[in-house]
């Protein structure tokens, strides 16, 4: 497996590109570390089910309520609280598929949710840029589109995200060229934002224009995905319902998020704010089941604590990666795909918003996740996408995707005969057991700088981040567009400008 | 257990120190992750045996050729070269303690090495220092001594280290003030180095001045360490060989450390690279043994891969990572603690020296580490020490050991009646569940900063480096030096003066 994942190119002569890697359909073979022991997990998934059932949950949507209603939940119109049995959990729980295909513009792209699968999305939803060269600014649509190319490029990069805000754009208007740069300049499963249902619908009928597909077609299968964030505590707000029905509606995913931050939105312990967190996705996972049973869903998780001096959000933290161990273990103990993070609250791509996201990384990733978002780019809790530091993220995407390559180990690998073949205190530069290995043995790093002291001060002492400066240039610079099929691209086009002579799409 | 640990100060006004942690005798609990399967496992094992049977190891002490021809290996005394079967092998294996402690100076400054116990041991052997300040130079007395103060003021820090080298002292003479100022400004385990049986009889009778221990109460115990690097491939030398049995005679602690790079000195692929890390570690283990049945001794590993164009070593790398999983699996198979490394081959204390830090440092702990080397301020491939790395280092171990606690998940803890009297939509900042437990509920953060951006560019927009800076300086300034009775140090320094008076110890 790993050989042919390493495949060197043929008839190349420029050596220093001899190891080719794709790093699309990993898994994760680690094992999975649990936060909790089986009756202390069962005791939080029985108290987010009393929630439910004894508390119940505000949704501010009446169209959700009378789903609610019609399945069986106890609603209640004057005070908009829903209280849920647990029984309609179990069966909403039997018919939301454990993994599922979310498909990309060409199988190549297409990615698995679910079980050992592995996908990392880039930042998501933040108002911000920030590069070394111009600072922290509104983002506009071109560095909208700027992110959307470098996902494009990179392998490890499994789904287009929320990227950041085209704030350029009115927000009734900003759908049309954000989905348009998804469609054109990927090909990967992208993201809706759930801004009401005249979004959703124009962002779905250029999704069957731009891959040629009947409403039919569309409705078959998994092409986008939007995210559900919940208003912690107990609270479904007007779009994020209107998300969760509309995306089941068509048969595409919803990733149901409670943003529950510890002390502040959810209670100040972890295990209280994973029951929460559970309480609240269960209401949402509900509710696509009940519009749509077996509609594809994940079930997400953002918990972490704040800053008890300043309520401030943190991330990374201890508490953040327990709370992704005990997340993981919740998603698999109601079989569903999980949607985990890796997240910094650090101000500038930085030493801090390494570890931070290093951190947060490992414990979603030892959590089990599917589905790891923010993984690239995300700075200042989720305020501003960072340019350089997407590439640094980059860099380490791709080391964990090596890491969860087996490690080959047959015969020919303890090299016996070439440590005999190596007189003692000499070296294995040049045998044979090398010479055939080297150009593929190791993983080449992106930004990582291994030159000696003296070599690096004469390439101007520059540090990692100001390395990835010149990356992400050269990679926009060269970026080659995965051009549409003219007439759907003229079809889409057309579409976008009778939408917004209509005057465009209100949000709720 | 973490209410005992987190317990609060009383009668202190400074509410930002109201947690207290200790961090000494850590236990991981995580799960351990495999590199190879149990049948792979044996074979490298056993491959490992063959090469010492079949092609052996080049010896250069000949004491060390004695021992070893007395307990039954085949030695050639032309060729230096040592056979050694396997059954000799097996027997060290269980004289050979699989767990031990290594004294303090005080039974709270006691580590235990092996089982689930770890420990962080900071920088080692750097020739130079940097902070931001004067930037990079050789290191001084004055800098060691400042490391020193470090590790002993933070109690994440469980043994001394090698240090940075105090090159303005002559290297016969250097072991008297480095080893005084380990035993007069610091309580911790300590680190010798094997630089010949003179240096190391000085400074064991150094430490039983210090301690007010009988030559018998000393070789009792182990109190102190050496780090002993074979020169790979198979071949050990001089001072190495001298240093196994001289702290295996005195009952001390030998760390034994293959720098097995694989590429370089080691076979290009990591099962071959840990064959002979195995095969040469085994070799010292065994002459510890014949020395002194029983000698406790750590199974070290450092074997991680090189810039296949440079030669260059590299740290946290994927296959280092790999590579520590494969080491930790050699150490439980032959029931030895096991010695591991955070490293990093970055020029500054920048992002790269983070995450590569920090990947290295997850796989020694998933690896199931005892003993973590370089865990703090280790910088350009071992070349520096930096005092602001050892900083960041020291929060990222203390996030770590955060993680190693068990998350408490009660009832209480669980939250239901916190979340039935929060309205929706409402928060948690003011109800009795968050009073009664927000300040202990969080770690405090060394030196992440969570302020907002208006905020941190008031404070002068500082990266996580920036701001390690003061933070070093501070404790350095603050230091309180662990007095030793006064008569035992003025014992300590007559016998230095006697010694130096005598022309000190030269190196073998």
């Known amino acids: 497996m790993r050989r042919s994942r390493r495949g060197r190119h043929h008839g190349q002569t420029d050596t220093s590109h001899q190891r080719q890697v794709i790093y ?11 936060a909790f022991s089986a009756d202390r997990l069962e005791a939080i998934h029985d108290t987010a089910l009393r929630v439910l059932e004894e508390l119940g949950i505000k949704v501010l949507n009446s169209e959700a309520r009378q789903y609610y209603a019609q399945a069986g939940a106890s609603v209640d119109e004057a005070s908009m609280m829903v209280k849920i049995d647990r029984e309609l959990v179990a069966s909403a729980l039997e018919t939301a598929p454990s993994e599922f295909i979310l498909h990309g513009r060409t199988p190549a792209h297409d990615v698995t949710l679910g079980g050992d699968n592995i996908n990392f999305v880039s930042v998501g ?70 801004r009401g249902s005249e979004q959703i619908a124009d962002a ?23 995210v559900i964030n919940t208003n912690s505590p107990r609270q479904l707000d007007l779009p994020m319902c209107q998300g969760i029905i509309d995306f089941a509606q068509a048969g595409q995913v919803s990733v149901i998020t409670p943003f529950t931050l510890a002390g502040a939105m959810a209670p100040v312990t972890m295990p209280g704010a994973l029951v929460l967190q559970h309480a609240e996705a269960l209401a949402g996972i509900l509710l696509s089941q009940i519009v749509r049973s077996g509609a594809p ?80 780019g995300w700075l200042e809790g989720g305020l501003t996408g960072s340019m350089e530091k997407f590439i640094l993220d980059i860099e380490m995407l791709q080391i964990f995707a090596e890491i969860f390559e087996p490690l080959k180990s047959d015969d020919a690998e303890l090299a016996f005969d070439a440590i005999a073949n190596v007189e003692p205190g000499s070296h294995f530069f040049g045998c044979d057991h090398t010479i055939e290995r080297y150009q593929t043995a190791f993983y080449e790093p992106l930004v990582s700088d291994w030159s000696n002291f003296g070599q690096w001060t004469d390439n101007g002492s520059k540090t990692a981040t100001q390395r990835a400066n010149g990356i992400w240039k050269k990679i926009l610079l060269d970026f080659e567009e995965p051009a549409l099929d003219p007439a759907r691209a003229e079809e889409l086009q057309a579409f976008i ?3 917004s002579a209509e005057g465009g799409a209100a949000v709720d």
Request: net charge neutral; proline share 6%.
């Open 24 to 34: 699309r359909n990993l898994k994760n073979p680690l094992i999975k570390q649990p």
């Open 125 to 194: 939803g933040a108002p911000h840029i920030s590069d070394l060269d111009r600072g922290k600014r509104p983002a506009t649509l071109e560095d909208t589109r700027n992110i959307i190319k470098l996902c494009e490029h990179f392998d490890i990069i499994h789904l287009q995200s929320p990227n950041v805000e085209s704030q350029d754009i009115a927000v009734h208007l900003r759908h049309y060229p954000v989905t348009q740069s998804q469609l054109s300049l990927s090909q990967k499963p992208f993201f809706i934002f759930s």
């Open 204 to 226: 779905f009928t250029m999704t069957r224009i731009a891959y040629g597909l009947s409403q039919e077609e569309f409705e078959a299968k998994p092409w986008c995905y939007t």
């Open 297 to 376: 869903v994940v079930y997400g998780s953002f918990t972490s604590n704040v800053d008890m001096k300043s309520g401030s959000p943190a991330f990374g933290t201890p508490e953040f990666v327990q709370a992704a161990f005990g997340a993981g273990q919740l998603a698999r103990h109601i079989a569903l795909p999980w949607r985990g993070s890796a997240a910094t609250a650090s101000n500038a791509p930085d030493e801090q918003s390494v570890y931070e996201f290093l951190m947060s990384a490992w414990g979603s990733i030892l959590g089990g996740v599917n589905m790891m978002v923010h993984s690239a």
């Open 497 to 499: 400008d009778r939408r």
